[in-house]
């Protein structure tokens, strides 16, 4: 049982410290891309295509590495109205099924297909036709890591939900 817990903390802590510091910071280097971009644009008139295309690379690293921190904070989108009325025993049944069926096959399916993907990319030496961003890789390595993370938190989700189902919840000291 101390193993689970275990196992459940650590999938916990490393996307809460991947929300709470890396993608944190990401949405701050986002904003300062976005107004470097308008001043550039409106002030200078002038734009680059490095720029334009740091500015939607680092809304997808923030959108797919975040997806674990979002998924450990209940933060994903689901019918709300029916899933908020209901006793955290069906909670936790829609939860472990919705793991078990939809996120680990896709999740799955991600990371089989992307990871080749990546390391070909890297291998190539794969850059931006429009002669903005160099180490293509590094952005298309974003969505197996971020799956992967997503992963591991549904993985906990999971656990979490069959001891509910099987009414232990788990004690879970987070500090």
């Not at 001043?39 to 997808?60: D, G, K, P």
């Not at 952005?139 to 939900?161: D, E, R």
């Not at 232990?168 to 500090?175: E, F, R, T, V």
Request: charged fraction near 15%; proline fraction near 3%.
């Amino acid at each position: 049982m101390q193993t689970v817990k275990k196992a459940i903390l650590l999938c916990d802590k490393i996307n809460e410290w991947i929300g709470s510091v890396i993608v944190t910071s990401a949405v701050f280097f986002f904003i300062l891309v976005i107004f470097s971009n308008v001043i550039m644009r409106y002030v200078f008139n002038t734009s680059f295509v490095f720029m334009a295309e740091l500015e939607w690379h680092v809304f997808a690293f923030i959108f797919l590495v975040g997806a674990g921190y979002t998924l450990l904070h209940d933060g994903h989108v689901r019918v709300d109205i029916f899933y908020s009325t209901m006793d955290r025993k069906k909670q936790a049944l829609i939860n472990f099924l919705g793991v078990l069926f939809f996120l680990i096959p896709s999740c799955y399916v991600v990371l089989t297909t992307t990871i080749p993907w990546v390391i070909v990319a890297y291998e190539i030496g794969e850059v931006s036709i429009d002669g903005g961003i160099p180490a293509r890789f590094l952005i298309k390595a974003a969505l197996p890591v971020g799956y992967f993370l997503m992963l591991i938190q549904g993985l906990s989700l999971c656990v979490k939900s069959a001891f509910i189902l099987l009414g232990k919840p788990l004690d879970l000291d987070h500090s």
